[in-house]
């Protein structure tokens, strides 16, 4: 499956942004997606999942209460909708697809997006 992750920008804290994430390829559906995140100097982060049907999701502490991911299979799309921004925010999102359920760990992806970046400034 081929991912392409868009919606990134500049915002003020407190603010808000959505990034979607287009999926081609295999079917959507038999994979359970996630985004990450990696700043400038650090090592990529789990921010949130979701599995196959949508039914379930998992949040890092850091974004919960303030981001939602979700899904469309029919459509073959991924969301991150993100709320209440943090200059800590700011890092280059990914999206990404695997054979996993749930799972916080980039490793147990297979399939990556592009990136989009997010700016937040204060």
């Known amino acids: 499956v081929q991912l392409q992750a868009c919606g990134g920008g500049l915002v003020q804290a407190g603010g808000s942004l959505r990034l979607s994430c287009a999926a081609s390829?295999?079917?959507?559906?038999?994979?359970?997606m996630g985004w990450f995140r990696q700043a400038p100097g650090k090592e990529r982060a789990f921010v949130a999942a979701?599995?196959?049907?949508?039914?379930?999701?998992r949040y890092d502490d850091s974004v919960k209460g303030r981001f939602t991911i979700s899904r469309d299979n029919a459509k073959n799309m991924m969301w991150l909708q993100m709320n209440s921004l943090k200059p800590e925010d700011t890092a280059v999102y990914f999206c990404?697809?695997?054979?996993?359920?749930?799972?916080?760990?980039?490793?147990?992806?297979?399939?990556w997006g592009q990136g989009t970046q997010v700016t937040v400034s204060s």
């Open positions: 390829g295999r079917t959507f559906s038999n994979y359970g």
């Open positions: 990404a697809a695997g054979s996993v359920s749930l799972s916080s760990y980039a490793s147990r992806y297979d399939h």
């Open positions: 979701i599995n196959y049907s949508g039914g379930s999701t």
